[in-house]
């Protein structure tokens, strides 16, 4: 089945599939010719190896960083300066919120003890749900790509889709807003899904995982109360401008940055279900962004495509490991366009994506977005 693309090429067929002598030069949806333990194989042995003091050396440089910006600014407290502080501390949440994730997939240290109370003490502090959360995102590694099964940024199926209301959908689809969607999926998952990532008896757990979740979740009030208690004793705006403004910046990197590894590619790219799945074939739909100064502030957590096929691989080797398997993933690699010191052109694939991937359709078990033409038609909510 060969990808459909918005974006003519010259010499493709208007539907950016590159044609050589009207034949299909690559189809990302075919069965690749290598097995995962092959990627494995060519990742050099030291890649694998956690340092935990390497690991907690990002934690103190963040944490002082994080730190030193509030100091700052609450002592200079200058609102021609308030703007910058915002956006340069919510990314700096985002760089906190990405130790916590290699603390979920154990590849910031070897030790679970150690892994979940860093986890939990990151995570907490920018009002994430540590388990709740570890738990949702192992569900999207195991299943990334699987329309039926996969947790983040899946997407919907043509019957979900057009049972939406046009508040939904604009909800869902005009930027900015699905930029700002990650507290409310906490809460109540994706359209056609179930569940919350705070109670422990939700969908998204088993049994065993109950205790686990409660604890995030008393960690993430305790978190809520601190907040509200700093609210009372130093005034409502001045936790808003220190500690409220940059985690809205967070949540926007978070959702910006986990739907881009996953959509907005130049060539539509893959999704599956039934037996087309698989482990190996889901991995490498993901996509490597380049993030120009970012990439280092947010520890190369743009280098995807690796970490999600093996993310027990901490994120300092994630580079070397991806140059390494790049000879045996060939054009399955997809090279990401090089960024200047800010990534501006990432917001162009994010806006077209949005304005493209709507649906894919119900049947199949290969399937790419499909857009609808009329998605802003006003109409009613549509009845059960």
């Known amino acids: 089945m060969s990808p459909p693309n918005s974006m003519a090429n010259a010499n493709g067929d208007g539907n950016g599939v590159l044609m050589n002598g009207g034949r299909v030069d690559f189809d990302p949806s075919e069965a690749p010719p290598f097995k995962i333990a092959d990627i494995r194989a060519a990742i050099p042995p030291h890649c694998w190896v956690k340092n935990p003091w390497r690991s907690m050396s990002y934690v103190l440089r963040d944490a002082i960083v994080v730190l030193g910006f509030a100091f700052?600014?609450?002592?200079?407290?200058?609102?021609?300066?308030?703007?910058?502080?915002?956006?340069?501390?919510?990314?700096?949440?985002?760089?906190?919120?990405?130790?916590?994730?290699?603390?979920?997939?154990?590849?910031?240290?070897?030790?679970?003890?150690?892994?979940?109370?860093?986890?939990?003490?990151?995570?907490?502090?920018?009002?994430?749900?540590?388990?709740?959360?570890?738990?949702?995102?192992?569900?999207?590694?195991?299943?990334?790509?699987?329309?039926?099964?996969?947790?983040?940024?899946?997407?919907?199926?043509?019957?979900?889709?057009?049972?939406?209301?046009?508040?939904?959908?604009?909800?869902?689809?005009?930027?900015?807003?699905?930029?700002?969607?990650?507290?409310?999926?906490?809460?109540?998952?994706?359209?056609?899904?179930?569940?919350?990532?705070?109670?422990?008896?939700s969908d998204l757990f088993a049994p065993h995982e109950r205790q686990a979740v409660l604890i995030s979740t008393l960690c993430w009030t305790s978190m809520v109360l601190l907040l509200l208690y700093s609210s009372f004793l130093f005034g409502f705006l001045p936790v808003l401008k220190i500690y409220g403004l940059p985690y809205l910046i967070f949540v926007a990197w978070l959702d910006m940055v986990t739907y881009l590894h996953h959509h907005g590619y130049e060539q539509k790219l893959p999704w599956y279900r039934g037996k087309e799945w698989s482990y190996l074939r889901g991995g490498l739909t993901t996509v490597d962004r380049d993030y120009g100064i970012i990439n280092n502030i947010h520890h190369d957590i743009g280098t995807h495509v690796i970490h999600h096929l093996f993310p027990q691989i901490p994120h300092y080797h994630l580079i070397e490991a991806t140059k390494a398997a790049k000879p045996v993933l060939g054009k399955y690699y997809r090279e990401p366009k090089k960024s200047g010191a800010f990534p501006w052109h990432l917001f162009g694939y994010l806006v077209r994506s949005l304005g493209e991937d709507h649906y894919v359709s119900d049947t199949g078990e290969v399937v790419f977005y499909q857009s609808d033409p009329e998605i802003f038609t006003f109409s009613k909510p549509k009845s059960n």
Request: hydrophobic share 40%; glycine share 6%; aromatic share 16%.
């Open 72 to 201: 700052a600014a609450a002592k200079l407290d200058n609102w021609a300066l308030w703007p910058l502080y915002w956006v340069a501390q919510g990314t700096m949440f985002w760089a906190i919120f990405v130790l916590g994730h290699d603390c979920g997939h154990g590849s910031f240290s070897d030790s679970r003890v150690l892994n979940n109370v860093v986890g939990h003490i990151l995570h907490s502090s920018i009002l994430v749900p540590y388990h709740g959360w570890r738990i949702s995102h192992k569900t999207h590694h195991q299943n990334h790509g699987n329309v039926e099964k996969d947790e983040s940024w899946v997407p919907l199926p043509e019957k979900v889709y057009k049972e939406l209301d046009t508040s939904t959908k604009f909800m869902r689809f005009t930027i900015p807003l699905p930029m700002f969607a990650y507290p409310v999926y906490l809460w109540t998952r994706s359209p056609g899904k179930k569940g919350s990532h705070f109670n422990p008896y």
